[in-house]
């Protein structure tokens, strides 16, 4: 934990996490082994952070956020915790959780709303603002974000052929697409 930085003192870091200067670590969080929180980071009160997790510059993690493990946060992205905030009208009371599963990435500049669950190892590209639940591998871009694709636990772009089989071109790794999920069979 760097100089500079704050954690609260009921917050629960495992004892390797990284925590650069000018990040701030609320109440009650919890990161696991081997998470690195970088510079003007925010991390609201009782917030879970699984192990592995990466967090860039810059982004903002509110209460009722769970990140699971081994996921990549790009900076300036936003997590929001209520459907409608005004500034004279507290909703605390209305805070909607918001679950990011394994190995999920979300790229730099992106948007979750909250109260939806992005899936395991879903792709959500830079500037994307996500209005919906991400199945797993799911490739989204754009405003509100779309299925743009789907990508391996690599983090390749995945192209099924016509017995709804694909490769990773770099682990190998071979997956399945029915009904728009898709699952990982070697």
Known sequence: ?????????????????????????????TIGKGSKIYPGVFVGKNVRIGNGVRIQNN?????????????F???????????????????KNEFKNT???KGATIGANATIV????????????AGAVVTKDVPAYALMKGNPAALSGWMSEFGKKLFF??????????????????NNNVTRLS
């Open 59 to 71: 982004v903002s993690v509110y209460e009722g956020v769970e990140l699971e493990d081994d996921v």
């Open 114 to 125: 909250c109260g939806i669950t992005i899936g395991n190892f879903a792709f959500i590209g």
């Open 1 to 29: 934990i760097e100089q500079g930085s704050f954690v609260h003192s009921t917050a629960s870091c495992a004892d390797d996490v990284y925590v650069a200067a000018f990040a701030y670590i609320s109440e009650g969080v």
């Open 73 to 91: 946060v790009g900076p300036s992205a936003v997590f929001t915790n209520v459907i409608n905030p005004r500034s004279a009208v507290s909703r």
């Open 161 to 178: 052929d016509s017995v709804n089989k694909a490769i990773c071109s770099e682990s190998g790794q071979v997956y399945q697409i029915e």
């Open 99 to 101: 679950i990011v599963k």
